[in-house]
């Protein structure tokens, strides 16, 4: 019965070689992958450099996102993966009022989770400082049913992060951009949006970009997002925060975002 096994294992690889000789597979690694999909967990997610390395069975999200000049207190841009009131980020944060002096009036690379909306349920973790007007590409990648998520920037692994909150529950993906008074103003860019779901050997932007949530003074571009393979899947989120004040996006965060979603 192995012999039997081995050679019809031979037999569909070596198909998946002359398909890829003759143009009809250009990914033989992900054909054997679906034919094999326990192989796919042995990937290591230190190992992982970009959204095409992430195996069958696994959620990503990655995006290069340009947080540009902006004017007031603090701005935010970010890509996330939620469920329900619980969500893993990553993005570009600039804070004049940062309670970390390290990073005070200075744009960093900031992983959130967020295991609930009260004031003690959300932890920030600034790892790098970084620069505003420049493309940072950032990624996160989730295996499926996992309450472990692994964050990347530029290209290199920063580590995991646990949400017991989400759990072993599905997700979904987004974008977001926030500031963090009254009349502060935001332009962040989300550029080359590439999204993996774990029933799909290849990243892809097939699915439609939704906004669920926006504040008065911002606005959502999405006509540069084209789901079609080849084309631009670029996303902006800009305009100036209108909310009273006295809060902020720490006292009154839902009102202070605009958020895309892709629909599945």
């Known amino acids: 019965m192995k012999k039997t096994g081995k050679r019809i294992s031979a037999i569909i690889m070596a198909a998946v070689l002359l398909l890829t000789m003759a143009g009809f597979v250009s990914k033989p690694e992900a054909a054997f992958a679906a034919v094999n999909p326990e192989t796919t967990f042995a990937v290591k997610p230190e190992a992982i450099r970009s959204i095409e390395q992430v195996p069958l069975g696994w959620w ?24 329900d009131s619980a969500s893993i980020s990553i993005g570009v944060q600039y804070d004049a009022e940062c309670k970390n002096a390290e990073y005070r009036g200075i744009p960093s690379i900031l992983v959130e989770n967020v295991l609930n909306n009260t004031s003690d349920g959300k932890k ?16 996160i990648v989730r295996k499926k049913n996992s309450p472990t998520f692994y964050v990347y920037a ?11 909150a989400i759990g072993k529950r599905p997700v979904v993906l987004g974008v977001a951009a926030s500031a963090k ?9 989300f550029k080359n949006v590439s999204l993996k779901y774990p029933k799909e050997p290849f990243a892809n932007s097939g699915k439609t970009p939704k906004p669920v949530q926006k504040n008065p003074g911002f606005n959502i571009d999405l006509t540069k997002y084209h789901i079609e393979p080849g084309r631009k899947r670029n996303i902006t989120i800009s305009g100036t925060l209108q909310l009273p004040g006295g809060k902020d996006w720490d006292s009154a965060n839902g009102d202070c975002s605009g958020i895309v979603q892709f629909i599945r």
């Open 60 to 83: 990503a999200i990655q995006a290069k996102v340009n947080l540009r000049t902006t004017q007031g207190t603090g701005s935010h841009a970010k890509i996330v993966m939620y469920s």
């Open 124 to 139: 920030q973790k600034r790892v790098a400082p970084t620069q505003r007007d420049k493309d940072i590409q950032i990624m």
């Open 154 to 164: 530029n290209g290199g692994y920063i580590g995991p992060v646990t949400n017991s």
């Open 181 to 189: 008074k009254g009349g502060d103003a935001l332009n962040a860019v």
